[in-house]
């Protein structure tokens, strides 16, 4: 009978001893399989952020590549003073408006000037 009980407490400590390893196990798949979800997370939001990143630059290029059209269809004058950040962030009807009115501006002044020749041309006919 000491024996059967001796034998009883050595499977009920057995039973409990494989009832925590098994309890162990699970709490480490469980820690890993959180830990590979969390991996994955990271490197999903990774690769979205480079993804931003690039089309980011490449929609500054393809900005900048507008903005040098623009540069050499109006000159560059009516730019003069502006970063490239600046130039980046105006929207391209301000950019033409911007060198609409440099274009005016010049045609008054030469229109000035044009007036200025006639009056000396007319006084020395005189």
Do not use: C, W
């Amino acid at each position: 009978m000491i024996e059967n009980r001796k034998e009883y407490y050595e499977n009920l400590n057995t039973e409990k001893e494989r009832a925590e390893l098994q309890e162990r196990e699970k709490t480490r798949r469980e820690a890993e399989k959180a830990e590979t979800k969390r991996r994955d997370e990271e490197e999903k939001r990774r690769t979205e952020e480079r993804s931003a990143r690039e089309e980011k630059h490449k929609d500054k290029l393809l900005k900048m590549e507008k903005v040098k059209k623009l540069m050499e269809q109006l000159g560059e004058k009516p730019f003069e003073g502006l970063t490239e950040e600046e130039l980046l962030s105006m929207e391209e009807e301000d950019l033409l408006a911007r060198g609409i009115e440099h274009m005016s501006k010049e045609k008054d002044d030469l229109k000035q000037k044009m007036k200025q020749v006639e009056k000396r041309v007319d006084y020395y006919t005189r």
